[in-house]
Nanobody, 119 residues
Framework: QVPLVESGGGLVQAGGSLRLSCTASRSIDSVRAMGWYRQVPGKQRELVAAITSATSGGITNYVDSVKGRFTISRDNAKDTVYLQMNSLKPEDTAVYYC??????????WGQGTQVTVSS
């Protein structure tokens, strides 16, 4: 069973919006923090946004370049994390990967979804 399933990537013009979703399967025991990384070919994977579990306050964190434009949220009942991306820029183009940490300390990854922003 695939541990994390992502959806929502695509092609959008600069200034547009996309919403990414990522759902954890039942194979992950007690999901804790969740978040999103992105990666451009030839560069290191970059943490975009993260959110702690509800029991930890649902605290969010963003990389400076997306603050004010991206919003991370989660539906704890569905073990789903979302990334609402507004005012997209060409430099946001990347493959976006979600992750989930389990209570046992393991990290699981989604399969990646391509986001392309045209100028």
């Amino acid at each position: 069973q695939v541990p994390l399933v992502e959806s929502g990537g695509g092609l959008v013009q600069a200034g547009g919006s996309l919403r990414l979703s990522c759902t954890a399967s039942r194979s992950i025991d007690s999901v804790r923090a969740m978040g999103w990384y992105r990666q451009v070919p030839g560069k290191q994977r970059e943490l975009v946004a993260a959110i702690t579990s509800a029991t930890s306050g649902g605290i969010t964190n963003y990389v400076d370049s997306v603050k004010g434009r991206f919003t991370i949220s989660r539906d704890n009942a569905k073990d789903t994390v979302y990334l609402q991306m507004n005012s997209l820029k060409p430099e946001d183009t990347a493959v976006y990967y979600c992750y989930a940490n389990s209570a046992r300390g393991s990290r699981y990854w989604g399969q990646g979804t391509q986001v392309t922003v045209s100028s």
